[in-house]
């Protein structure tokens, strides 16, 4: 189990200070490992895991909105992820039902749009009805942007985003020459939006799990050995203070001169 804060950390008022506001990320997504290991540590359910997990992402969006990241995308759960056994996939379910139904008015009241990525093909009725309902509520919200990827796979988004540019040109709209990276951006289900500049993963993991694939492509990579329901505000910030630590290049080499 994580050992409690000493008295020589920081705290989270000051880790807040610390931060560079001029450059904090437009945009974090988190790969949120570890729920199950967690239960299992316990003996408990793995859905226990999963409960304790909507308790960390309840903190992660609170200091999103706190110090003013614009945009957060929470890997909620994968087209791999039906894989699992089906009493934990049917609770997993249910349980993000719950927590739109249970969350949702308080994400409004404090300014949050709720946005769902991914696909919506073999989503249970009732999972949508709850997701829809939140981003109908929450549609004109502008404090911050939460895209909740559910049944998102990035090889899948990219088959899809594929698919409707082929359609357009079998229908004689494009052609395939005008195909751009900005093109086939604005097909993919973030259109719109800036890439991360941040991919948080959880659970001391080092994969990335066929999320975001053409998104992250420059995207700064911290990796927490924290297992997600024990991750607090305080390990976001530090996530969020390793980034501003890093000279971003983007593939260019740096003026040594300078």
């Given at each position: 189990m994580r050992q409690s804060q000493t008295k020589a950390e920081p705290d989270i008022d000051d880790l807040i200070q610390r931060l560079d506001r001029s450059r904090l990320p437009r945009?974090?997504?988190?790969?949120?490992?570890?729920?199950?290991?967690?239960?299992?540590?316990?003996?408990?359910?793995?859905?226990?895991?999963?409960?304790?997990?909507?308790?960390?992402?309840?903190?992660?969006?609170?200091?999103?909105?706190?110090?003013?990241?614009?945009?957060?995308?929470?890997?909620?759960?994968?087209?791999?992820?039906?894989?699992?056994?089906?009493?934990?996939?049917?609770?997993?379910?249910?349980?993000i039902e719950e927590t739109l139904r249970q969350e949702r008015a308080e994400l409004h009241a404090n300014g949050v749009r709720v946005r769902h990525i991914g696909s919506r093909h073999g989503l249970p009725?009732?999972?949508?009805?709850?997701?829809?309902?939140?981003?109908?509520?929450?549609?004109?919200?502008?404090?911050?942007?939460?895209?909740?990827?559910?049944?998102?796979?990035?090889?899948?988004?990219?088959?899809?985003?594929?698919?409707?540019?082929?359609?357009?040109?079998?229908?004689g709209t494009i052609q395939p020459e005008e195909i751009t990276e900005a093109m086939l951006a604005s097909h993919l289900d973030t259109a719109g939006i800036a890439d991360p500049d941040l991919l948080i993963r959880t659970g001391n993991e080092y994969r990335i799990s066929n999320f975001l694939l053409w998104q992250i492509a420059y995207a700064e990579i911290h990796i927490s050995p924290v297992l997600w329901p024990d991750f607090t505000k305080r390990d976001f910030l530090l996530a969020v203070l390793d980034y501003q630590r890093r000279e971003r290049r983007f593939g260019g080499r740096v003026d040594e001169s300078s």
């Open positions: 945009h974090i997504a988190v790969i949120m490992d570890g729920n199950r290991r967690w239960a299992l540590q316990r003996g408990l359910p793995v859905l226990e895991g999963h409960r304790a997990g909507a308790e960390a992402t309840r903190r992660v969006v609170e200091i999103c909105g706190d110090i003013g990241v614009p945009i957060l995308t929470l890997y909620a759960f994968s087209t791999e992820n039906w894989k699992r056994p089906k009493p934990e996939v049917d609770g997993l379910v249910a349980l009725q009732s999972l949508m009805a709850e997701m829809e309902e939140t981003e109908t509520l929450t549609q004109n919200n502008t404090r911050l942007l939460l895209n909740v990827a559910i049944n998102y796979g990035g090889r899948d988004e990219l088959i899809r985003a594929v698919r409707s540019l082929a359609k357009k040109v079998a229908d």
